[in-house]
């Protein structure tokens, strides 16, 4: 069974860094591409970038580039999505998908990380 | 302001069908890149509904159908039923960001 398993619930202050984490499981993990998405309160979703484990190939949205660090660890099959210095707008559910290949639409997804910046 | 224009809300009566619209641009769907739709049910992660414009992974009823002409896609739901009230989001990829984009979404209310 393919499983996206991603960490706890945090709660920073600003100025703080986080490095969330999601792990896969029940197919092989360098195959697929592993994308993050934001989620704002009662807001819609937000592709911010994508990374390729099997080559560590990355992707950005322009909206996220600079912002935050995506990177992966193919040897425990983990994907983390990291910042340097939360901001209270980074408050929000952050999800990882899979994908297949650049036309395939993210057909599994983990069950969302709620993080919380607030001084 | 999202790249993909959905209406922000529908709603439809039990038995009814429905269409959400997504409307983009020739750097999106105008291009010819696939389009998504994905179901959000509150509380709960986003679900791939449809894949590549009109496929239906398995387990996904047969009342949930997309299309795509131009620079717009569709899905359309038949045989509304209380448990389909959700948000929905389309999604394709923009080669002028370059990037993925989602739509802004859609409240489906059953009524």
């Known amino acids: 069974e393919v499983q996206l398993v991603q960490s706890g619930a945090e709660v920073k202050k600003p100025g703080e860094s986080l490095k969330i984490s999601c792990k896969g499981s029940?197919?092989?993990?360098?195959?697929?591409?592993i994308g993050w998405v934001r989620q704002m309160p009662g807001k819609g979703l937000e592709w911010m970038g994508i990374?390729?484990?099997?080559?560590?190939?990355?992707k950005y949205s322009p909206s996220f580039q600079g912002q935050v660090t995506i990177s992966a660890d193919k040897s425990i099959r983990t994907a983390y999505l990291q910042w340097s210095s939360l901001k209270a707008s980074d408050t929000a559910m952050y999800y990882c998908?899979?994908?297949?290949?650049?036309?395939?639409?993210?057909?599994?997804w983990g069950q969302g990380t709620l993080v919380s910046v607030s001084s | 302001q999202s790249v993909l224009t959905q209406p922000p809300s529908v709603s439809g009566a039990p038995g009814q069908r429905v269409t959400i619209s997504c409307t983009g641009s020739?750097?999106?769907?105008?291009?010819?890149?696939?389009v998504h739709w994905y179901q959000q049910l509150p509380g709960t992660a986003p679900k791939l509904l449809i894949h590549?414009?009109?496929n239906r992974p398995s387990g996904v009823p047969d009342r949930f159908s997309g299309s795509k002409s131009g620079t717009s896609a569709s899905l359309a739901i038949t045989g509304l039923q209380a448990e389909d009230e959700a948000d929905y989001y389309c999604?394709?990829?923009?080669?002028?960001?370059?990037?993925?984009?989602f739509g802004g979404g859609t409240k489906l209310t059953v009524l």
């Open positions: 029940g197919y092989i993990f360098t195959n697929y591409w």
């Open positions: 990374i390729y484990p099997g080559d560590s190939d990355t």
């Open positions: 998908a899979r994908r297949e290949g650049d036309a395939s639409g993210f057909d599994y």
């Open positions: 590549g414009n009109n």
């Open positions: 020739s750097s999106n769907i105008g291009a010819g890149y696939d």
């Open positions: 999604q394709s990829y923009d080669s002028s960001l370059p990037g993925e984009v």
